[in-house]
């Protein structure tokens, strides 16, 4: 019995269709394996080469100690193919040990210490290091000071090779050298930013305002007779207020921390305007656990209360405002006091690179909220002459590195 032509048309299209779904899943398996796996021997050696010394990077940025040379030789070894890796400090003292080989200890030792006194790379073959072992694997050791620009020989590397020594070897453990003196120099600039930073906010609590600490301990003078309990209540504000501008543990601070600060230095001062000083404080909750730099916001309120209202007999209000803006945190501090020109202002951040006379510490502050989260996180300064001052910052929620 024939077909009918429409049944005959309706299942070669079926078939059509089938084969049509079957190529697409063999195309789409072809082009999942190949997103998963690399196309040459060369651009998976080139991705083992890179993960390697991703692996041996977070050691070394911690600088060179036996510690981190103890976690970081493995990972140099495999970068340097040898049968064994080894890493001395600067005057030629072990760190570690990677691999096999110990028996060419002294040998290594005594090349390191002479490699770390002239600055240079030895190479030592078999018969110079020969332990008479037959079955010693080791047939070659090269030794490579690690050498930082600005502070010379910090440590040695040494790769013991069982292969006789040529150039790629002495070649491979110069450039594998390289990259460890690279990390250890990102450490050493590590230090030396966390040593300007402590520098900085040293520097800014030498400039709490003396007037202050003067001002505030007359204040409570004045109460010791009249109103002894508000007296007890204004030292402990002060113990506190003094407690935490001088501490010395960390960098960061949260800004519920800063604001709780804050809040003591202005009971103070409420305490001797009285009524003249109002505060407005408008802060989200969801920022109170936001980062940011120690005695970052403080200065600011000071500035707020010393120069924009003090001068003026009918006192003012001093705004604090924290809001929530997504992937960062707005902060903001006006007041409605005398304000500046902004021309002075301009010209002394242009002969500066900083805020100083009349707001003497915001360019402390200005430096380190860049230093902290970049250039494009520095205060922002909006004044007039009899229109007050607000000083901004804005704060990113998360940033690598920045924690308290």
């Not at 190529?23 to 998976?44: D, H, N, Y």
């Not at 960061?252 to 009524?275: H, K, Q, V």
Request: with cysteine; aromatic share 4%.
């Amino acid at each position: 019995m024939p077909v009918p032509p429409e049944l005959y048309s309706a299942s070669t299209l079926s078939i059509a269709a089938m084969l049509l779904v079957a190529v697409a899943v063999v195309l789409l398996v072809r082009r999942l394996r190949a997103q998963r796996s690399f196309a040459t021997p060369l651009e998976r050696a080139v991705h083992d080469t890179l993960h390697t010394a991703s692996l041996a990077a977070p050691a070394l940025r911690r600088g060179l100690s036996a510690e981190s040379a103890a976690e970081a030789a493995p990972h140099l070894r495999a970068l340097l193919g040898t049968a064994a890796t080894a890493l001395t400090d600067e005057a030629g003292a072990l760190l570690a040990w990677s691999g096999s080989g110990e028996v060419h200890t002294e040998h290594f030792l005594a090349a390191a210490r002479r490699a770390a006194s002239t600055g240079r790379r030895e190479l030592l073959v078999h018969a110079e290091i020969d332990c008479g072992q037959l079955d010693c694997e080791v047939r070659a050791l090269v030794v490579v000071p690690l050498v930082l620009e600005h502070t010379g020989v910090v440590g040695v590397l040494g790769a013991l090779s069982s292969a006789d020594a040529g150039p790629g070897l002495v070649g491979t453990a110069g450039e594998v050298a390289r990259y460890a003196c690279t990390q250890i120099e990102l450490a050493e600039l590590d230090n030396s930013r966390a040593r300007v930073a402590s520098a900085e906010v040293r520097a800014l609590r030498a400039q709490i305002s003396p007037h202050f600490i003067y001002n505030a301990l007359t204040t409570v003078a004045s109460f010791i007779r009249t109103d002894p309990e508000r007296a007890r209540e204004l030292v402990l504000e002060f113990a506190d207020f003094t407690r935490y501008s001088f501490r010395t543990a960390g960098e960061f601070t949260t800004l519920a921390d800063e604001l709780r600060n804050i809040d003591r230095y202005l009971t103070l001062e409420r305490a001797r305007f009285g009524p003249r000083l109002q505060v407005r404080l408008q802060v989200a909750p969801e920022v109170l656990g936001v980062v940011l730099p120690f005695l970052a916001l403080q200065p600011l309120v000071e500035n707020a209360v010393r120069h924009g209202l003090s001068a003026s007999e009918a006192g003012g209000t001093v705004s604090i405002v924290a809001e929530d803006a997504g992937a960062e945190c707005l902060i903001s501090v006006e007041d409605d006091g005398a304000g500046m020109d902004p021309d002075r202002l301009r010209d002394l951040d242009e002969e500066q690179a900083h805020f100083s006379g009349a707001h003497v510490g915001l360019g402390n502050v200005d430096d380190r909220l860049r230093a902290a989260f970049g250039d494009d996180y520095g205060l922002v300064v909006e004044t007039a002459l009899g229109a007050g001052t607000k000083v901004s910052m804005r704060v990113p929620k998360f940033r690598p590195g920045v924690r308290t």
